[in-house]
């Protein structure tokens, strides 16, 4: 008891050192039976350890904060590649079904407006080649008479 | 996280190449089917596996664009274009300006298939344009010609 009046003494001198201060703390928080005269002191070192409690958690949070920001991150960016990946593979699929069900079929767009009639593409497209030639013997030509 | 980035970056280089060769980009023409194919006043023909094979053709497309003063110079100029990679070429020439045209292109890799465009402007102002390719020779496309000239 007698150490603890001396280390309070020294305490309120300011000539404490932290392992001194921390056994105040100790003592006032663990202690339950504590003297009257020395009662008076007892909210002190309470407030005072559990503030330093908390410092000690805040400090081990911000340890530890930035690992978890830099996870995430990653976790962050692997999801967004693997759905740009996905979306990217969907259009190129897509893309490569249109066409290939465009090749399959065969279609005639006429005023923006799209047909897959077989009689009605394959007149579009006698019409298409009797429009571009008035005289079909002057291509006949072609077998390298007039080369350029 | 900087070796992450070059995994991807390959990843996508790579998916992006097959892409390149895809289409017919190697020719100016194509961009008219694609500008002006859904337009009002456009027919845009493009026919189907079974119906080309009927005419020994592995593609055939065309166009014809009127109500549209824009596509005239347009499809010229890219005539002009592709042109150059012409080795065949009858054209009829008013003012200056290419007005029908009959080209046989040189073939891509190929040596047996052949490509041809046709192409003309109409005295009422339309203009239409006609892209083959495919193992036809020119005499059979001629008969193709004929055929529907006469039907």
């Known amino acids: ?148 | 996280m900087k070796q992450l980035f070059k995994r991807w970056n390959t990843l996508v280089i790579m998916l992006l190449i097959p892409l390149c060769g895809w289409a017919q980009k190697d020719l100016k023409i194509m961009a008219l089917f694609d500008e002006y194919g859904k337009k009002k006043g456009s027919t845009m023909v493009t026919l189907s596996k079974e119906m080309l094979e009927a005419y020994d053709m592995t593609l055939y497309k065309s166009i014809t664009i009127s109500e549209n003063e824009g596509a005239i110079p347009k499809a010229q100029k890219y005539i002009t274009e592709d042109k150059k990679k012409a080795k065949n070429i009858k054209e009829v020439i008013n003012k200056g300006l290419v007005v029908s045209g009959y080209y046989q292109l040189i073939a891509k890799t190929d040596k047996g298939m052949n490509r041809f465009i046709l192409f003309k402007v109409s005295r009422k102002g339309s203009v239409s344009l006609v892209y083959i390719e495919g193992k036809l020779d020119s005499e059979d496309l001629v008969t193709l010609l004929f055929m529907f000239k006469t039907e």
């Open chain 1, 1 to 148: 008891m007698k150490k603890i009046e001396e280390l309070l003494d020294k305490y309120f001198e300011g000539a404490t050192s932290c392992a001194e201060e921390q056994q105040l703390k100790d003592y006032f928080s663990q202690e339950k039976e504590i003297p009257s005269h020395l009662q008076a002191y007892r909210d002190l070192f309470v407030s005072l350890a559990q503030l330093s409690e908390m410092k000690t958690k805040q400090e081990n949070k911000t340890v530890l904060m930035p690992v978890v920001t830099t996870i995430h991150r990653h976790r962050l960016f692997m999801q967004a590649a693997a759905s740009a990946a996905i979306l990217f593979c969907l259009s190129v699929g897509g893309g490569i079904y249109y066409h290939s069900k465009d090749a399959q079929q065969g279609y005639v767009i006429i005023n923006g407006e799209r047909y897959t009639d077989k009689n009605l593409v394959l007149s579009c497209m006698e019409k298409s080649l009797s429009e571009v030639t008035d005289y079909p013997e002057d291509f006949l030509f072609l077998e390298g008479e007039y080369q350029e």
